[in-house]
């Protein structure tokens, strides 16, 4: 909860760990407490043997950090700005808040941090090709970027339904030269797709890297996703330093995985001081069980390599996640996550469709800035974490808050115009003869089919 | 290879090998089409030539499975299968042959229940042990507790991918036989069989397993045929999962006989 108590419990958390000569910040894997570990097929321990040995190697090559770093800046645009959100804190108790703004990096999200890292990595393994999952299409987007830029062969699995809903990121994959795979298997959705990468992966991993998109799945993929990203937090760490002198009071973003959320938070574990928030999606609200906050409500279980808090039924089957934002829309989340929730060092916190659509609208309004729905579950969790922590304050303005705004939210733009009531029924937004989306009719969908590769090329 | 008296799968090997011949393992997931289906089915499976059945836990999220099993599993959980059922689908095979029947899952499913718990009621079914596609013996402490408790045989999986030190520390892990895995990829019929099965066997012989039985990909009597002449045991998934959804339980009966009829000629191991 984002309440007192939890707050105060935390700084004692992180107090005990320092005190005791430890850091949180450098777990390496393949544990964090009891979560995390290699819960996969046998068929790939030697894959991920290689991804492990390589990115340790690499870690260590001034050359290959070089590389990275040029392309962080020269590429993506690093360092991201951290833009203080002056008319947006005027709604948080007065709190200052502060925006890390990944969305300003090239592709438009975090998601290049990561890929760009292991595209590298693919290429020292001598890998030709790249295979991703993609909820919405951020990291299908980002992972194709990537393969264009260091000429691999990228193929990306998507769930058949959410190809439909992100047509014009179908798209984009396809100009940037990947190949998009509709899962149409079990619930067609991005877990479902990740199984399908698994499957591709086992069957081609002397070619292929499988370029996972979050800090989830069998080790080394949440220590690594994690290192790709830390660069966020460092940044952050840093300008806020420089820009009020002091460190935040506490730092939010949104948990699906947890790939941003991990990277901004690891500068700031040892930092007792600094309260960290995560934020999961809780769709129509946890009570209706139509949500995907894997902490709150989900038990430790495995899924995808890796021991986490797990969305499953009483048989261990893993319940569908129901979410506005595709890209948190996963039931299960990062092992160091889980581990950081039950040691009490992260407070995670589910924040409802409304209330994300509604910190959504509110920093269009008074920053200008649209931002990817997923982020805006942060900015609605900042809202709440300034409240608390400015609350009987003389001085609200001494509170400072950095929120990671992930992505940018142009993706977002048709599911936004539908939630806000702008669209009449023809999908034209009211008032005009727009229409936010092609006009849905037979040509546009053999288009697009034809245009994707068969989901199940039959390998019976 | 932890060996004990009590392994059932062991001892249906050594059955079949006493009898100079390779044994024949045929899986089929619980609860497809139904309960009742899957125990005539393994009841037909072990009284036209299978000498061990594998019965799968349908799982939402199977990794390890081609198509053909994914549906069949999705259709089995879509007609409300629970996992506890597995076990009337166990005793109730159990019950009518001397196969030894051991059951396939995902590790979640089993975790969800408890380890021992899962264990203790596999064991009280009549379960030989189980067969993990995706637990490792480096992640499985309380597998091996469990199992040593009640007396269930852990079959591990090797791949052509593992390493010579991954293959004898599997080796050492698994008790009853060891899965090999015939390619590099998920189950599903395939035209042939992939020439690193062969490779495969010798090795994991070489690292010490006395019963290597070989899966993924083997469809007919003639792919049968050629891996009975150098493996313990043969196992068929896909072919027969088919096999039930289009021609039911006298299907799995007919293809069961057909297959076996692949391990008649095959050269008698030593």
């Excluded at chain 1, 690499?58 to 990275?68: G, M, N, S, V, W």
């Excluded at chain 1, 999952?133 to 193929?155: D, P, W």
């Excluded at chain 2, 992640?139 to 390493?163: H, N, Q």
């Amino acid at each position: 909860m984002v309440d007192a108590s939890t707050a105060n419990s935390q700084e004692n958390v992180a107090d005990a760990f320092l005190q005791g000569g430890a850091s949180l910040r450098n777990a390496a894997g393949p544990y964090f407490g009891s979560y995390g570990g290699r819960w996969m097929p046998e068929s790939l321990i030697a894959a991920l043997d290689e991804v492990e040995d390589t990115f340790e190697k690499a870690k260590a090559d001034p050359e290959f950090l070089a590389q990275l770093k040029d392309l962080n800046k020269n590429y993506s645009g690093r360092p991201s700005l951290l833009t203080e959100a002056k008319r947006f804190s005027q709604h948080a108790g007065g709190a200052r808040i502060f925006l890390k703004r990944e969305d300003l990096n090239h592709t438009g999200s975090h998601k290049i941090n990561n890929v760009l890292g292991q595209a590298l990595l693919a290429k020292r393994m001598g890998k030709t090709r790249v295979i991703a999952e993609t909820g919405a299409g951020q990291h299908g987007v980002a992972s194709a970027t990537a393969a264009a830029l260091l000429g691999l062969e990228c193929v990306v699995y998507m769930g058949a339904e959410d190809c439909r809903r992100q047509a014009l990121n179908v798209a984009r994959m396809q100009l940037l030269g990947a190949t998009v795979v509709p899962v149409t298997n079990g619930s067609q959705t991005l877990k479902d797709a990740i199984n399908d990468a698994l499957r591709d992966w086992v069957s081609n991993v002397d070619t292929t890297h499988y370029l996972l998109g979050t800090a989830a799945g069998a080790h080394p993929f949440p220590a690594m996703v994690r290192f790709f990203h830390e660069v966020i937090g460092e940044e952050a760490r840093a300008q806020i330093l420089e820009q009020t002198g002091k460190l935040p009071d506490a730092v939010c973003a949104c948990i699906g995985g947890g790939s941003n959320a991990i990277g901004i938070f690891h500068s700031f574990l040892d930092d007792a001081s600094v309260k960290i928030y995560g934020f999961e999606a809780g769709g129509d609200g946890v009570e209706t069980g139509r949500h995907a906050a894997a902490i709150t409500l989900g038990r430790p279980g495995v899924l995808h390599g890796a021991r986490s808090y797990l969305m499953q039924d009483e048989d261990g089957q893993t319940i569908e996640s129901h979410s506005i934002s595709a890209g948190l829309d996963y039931p299960s989340v990062g092992p160091e996550h889980s581990y950081l929730a039950d040691i009490g060092r992260v407070t995670y916190e589910p924040i409802t469709d409304t209330e994300a659509m509604d910190a959504f609208r509110l920093l269009c309004r008074t920053e200008g800035i649209i931002p990817a729905i997923e982020s805006s579950h942060a900015l609605a969790g900042a809202i709440k974490v300034g409240k608390l922590l400015t609350e009987g304050k003389e001085n609200p303005a001494d509170t400072v808050i950095i929120v990671n705004l992930s992505g940018r939210g142009d993706k977002d733009v048709e599911t936004a115009a539908a939630w806000f009531d702008m669209l009449d029924e023809d999908g034209n937004v009211k008032g005009t003869t727009l229409s936010t989306r092609k006009p849905k009719g037979p040509s546009e969908r053999s288009n697009l089919e034809i245009s994707i590769e068969e989901a199940s090329e039959d390998q019976n | 290879m932890t060996e004990q008296m009590t392994s059932k799968s062991a001892a249906a090997i050594d059955r079949a090998k006493a009898q100079g011949r390779a044994a024949l393992i045929g899986y089929l997931p619980a609860g497809y089409p139904d309960v009742q289906s899957s125990i005539d089915a393994g009841i037909a499976m072990a009284r036209n030539g299978a000498d061990l059945i594998e019965i799968g836990i349908p799982y939402s999220d199977p990794v390890m499975d081609g198509a053909v099993i994914q549906a069949a599993t999705t259709e089995a959980i879509a007609n409300g299968f629970r996992v506890a059922s597995v076990f009337d689908v166990v005793a109730g095979i159990t019950a009518a042959t001397d196969a030894a029947v051991l059951v396939m899952t995902y590790w979640n499913p089993v975790m969800r229940m408890g380890v021992d718990e899962f264990s203790r009621r596999l064991a009280e079914a009549g379960g030989a042990g189980l067969i993990t596609p995706d637990l490792i013996p480096d992640e499985a402490a309380e597998w091996f507790a469990a199992s040593d408790k009640y007396g269930l045989d852990r079959v591990f999986l090797v791949a052509p991918s593992s390493t010579p030190e991954r293959l004898a520390m599997t080796v050492e892990a698994s008790r009853g036989f060891v899965y090999a895995v015939s390619i590099m990829g998920v189950t599903g019929t395939r035209q042939s069989v992939s020439s690193s099965a062969e490779k495969l066997v010798a090795d994991t012989h070489a690292a010490g397993a006395e019963r290597v039985c070989v899966g993924l990909g083997v469809s007919n009597a003639d792919h049968v045929r050629e891996i009975a002449a150098y493996a313990d045991g043969v196992i068929v998934g896909t072919a027969l999962v088919a096999a039930i959804r289009d021609g039911g339980v006298d299907a799995v009966a007919q293809l069961t006989k057909n297959l076996s009829a692949g391990l008649g000629r095959a050269t008698a191991q030593a």
